[in-house]
């Protein structure tokens, strides 16, 4: 649980070991570990109770610069022998001001 955001939080690292990808879950599900599924991004950093509990904000941080997902994107969630898997492709992003990119993760619990 990630008070900050308010967000069940899974976090990963780059090919470097660089922690940099941050998948937040909604809360609001019953603090519970994600269900297999597709989720759908939303803008806000943060959850309140009037969002789906399939609602995810992922970001990541890129030579300092922070990068947040746009709405209304898919990411899904399944459990490969056990362990939680999260993937998505050509997600677009933004830093808020002038800077927008996408990306794909594909992502396995160790």
Do not use: W
């Not at 990630?2 to 879950?25: I, K, Q, W």
């Not at 019953?30 to 970001?59: H, I, K, R, W």
């Not at 492709?89 to 002038?98: A, Y």
């Amino acid at each position: 649980m990630d008070p900050t955001f308010n967000g069940m939080g899974v976090y990963g690292g780059d090919a470097f070991g660089y922690p940099s990808l941050r998948v937040l879950f909604n809360s609001y599900n019953g603090n519970a570990e994600p269900l297999d599924g597709v989720y759908m991004t939303t803008d806000q950093l943060t959850f309140d109770v009037t969002q789906e509990y399939n609602t995810v904000s992922v970001s990541f941080i890129y030579q300092g610069v922070f990068f947040h997902c746009q709405p209304d994107q898919k990411l899904y969630v399944s459990h490969v022998n056990g362990k939680i898997q999260i993937s998505f492709c050509n997600m677009k992003f933004s830093d808020g001001v002038s800077i927008t990119t996408t990306c794909k993760c594909k992502m396995t619990e160790l």
